[in-house]
């Protein structure tokens, strides 16, 4: 985000609308930590802004058009259409109990999606930019999937080792090549658009190298949507997963369109960061159609530095970590753990020593303490603010405005390490009267504006912060010591220490 919105964020009430996507997902896996990842972090995103007072609009989905679709269909006895009807619930479920906060799920298989497609084709080819050519590539007749030269394996097939066949087949084009100095230029003017920064070289680098004109259709794949201009062709893989993000606020003509798009950041995983930070862009300034603001490309998780993945059969089930330390700390974890941008290791050794270092001790048994005195307390609690000082606000919004969660985090636990000392520093368990009311007073306040902050991370943790303290979970607005009124009702710890020993 650029320095003049967080200026104009900072002063005033103005609403600013922020339009956030996902990737949307291949049903030929279920959800797994690496696709819980990038959504989760995107929920975290969505969550600050709605909290910022942001009109907030949030994209996720699936992907369900492809031969590896309709393999995975048939490998199962079901069509197609039964196959991606089910795995995509599955995709729904899992991001219910990750507490993800969509405000769409779309589905490539939607009739409003293939409209989107023929007139997203159709925009294209009235800029001349579709023409009719012959694709030339690998093929592996057993698995009918197309490969690259870079996806083969010892020159065989990546996924079943077979040997693969030279293929020559009629298809059309799109004129990537055209927008060769476009883009240059747009990465150029655009500061932010190419994201996390260091990531930028190495796209401009490849497109200052020549863009290869890109081929958008096939006769053999028929999982697809059909090539209007020419029906014995349907659309290959992503000019259909592309222009998910314009049917998701619908495009051409409706109103959220009107007040979402542009987007104002894809977050994607860093192989799929060609498609969004060049092929995209290219066709939208084909169509004619503003670009969005940013790609975030994010590194991958891995596990023993390896890339988690159902392929790779190092898969981590969300869902199993979730019910075993709650979905918040599994969240907090993706936020706190890794650099966003950066590549991260998965282990379940780190993430418990997160939830006892962080969440138990840190700030369960800070709320537990604060909570226990209060309770006891017999009068108003009431207080001058000691500790507002101690709270950089400015910092956390700084940091994710920059989508630097990690940063975020750090600056949140300095508050709350703030508010721990002074519960030591002052003994507040000797203190009595007035003294003791003003501590409360301060402490309380400050597990207030915690619960705030962090309940874009921990939406549950926060909610029950704030249910003990008995206040109404607020908004950034109101991140600042004020008159405390809530009623204090002690409700047990937010975490349970994990016994490491077991
Ligand atoms: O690529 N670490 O879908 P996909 C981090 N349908 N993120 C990971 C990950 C890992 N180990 N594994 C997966 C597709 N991801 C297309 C996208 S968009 C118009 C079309 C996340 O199911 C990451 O966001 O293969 C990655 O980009 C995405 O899942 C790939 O999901």
Known sequence: MSAAYHAFRQHGDHISKFYITTPIYYVNSVPHIGTAYTTIMSDILARWHRLAGDDVFFLTGTDEHGEKVAKAASANGESPKEFTDRISVKFIDVWKKLNISYDRFIRTTEAEHTKTVDRFVQLLSDSGDIYKGEYAGWYCVPDETFLTELQLVNGRCPECGREVKWVKEEAYFFRLSKYKDRLLEYYKSHKDFLSPEFRSKEISNRVEGGLKDLDITRISVDWAIGFQPDPKHYIYVWIDALTNYLTGIDWPDGEKFKEFWPADVHVVGKEINWFHSVIWPAMLMSAKIELPRKVFAHGWLTV???????????????????????????????????????????????????????????????????????????????????????????????????????????????????????????????????????????????????????????????????????????????????????????????????????
Do not use: H
């Open 304 to 502: 023993a530095g390896e890339k988690m993945g159902k392929s790779k059969g190092n898969a981590i089930d969300p869902v199993q970590l979730a019910d075993k330390y709650s979905a918040d700390a599994l969240r907090y974890f993706c936020a706190r753990e890794i650099s966003f941008g950066r590549d991260g290791d998965f282990s379940e050794a780190k993430l418990v020593e997160r939830i006892n270092n962080e969440l138990v001790a840190d700030l369960g048994n800070f709320l537990n303490r604060v909570v226990t005195m209060a309770e006891k307390f017999d009068g108003k609690i009431e207080g001058e603010p000691e500790l507002e000082g101690k709270l950089d606000l400015d910092g956390i919004r700084k940091s994710m405005d920059e989508l630097d969660t990690l940063s975020a985090l750090d600056t949140i636990w300095k508050f709350l390490g703030e508010l721990n000392k002074y519960v030591n520093d002052k003994a507040v368990w000797k203190l009595e009267g007035k003294e003791l009311s003003n501590a409360l007073y301060n402490l309380l306040e400050g597990a207030r504006i915690i619960s705030i902050l962090i309940s874009p991370f921990m939406p549950d943790t926060a909610a029950r912060m704030s249910e003990q303290i008995g206040v109404k979970l607020g908004t950034l607005k109101d991140c600042k010591f004020g008159e405390f009124n809530g009623k204090v009702s002690k409700k047990g710890f937010l975490f349970k220490k994990v016994d490491t020993k077991a």
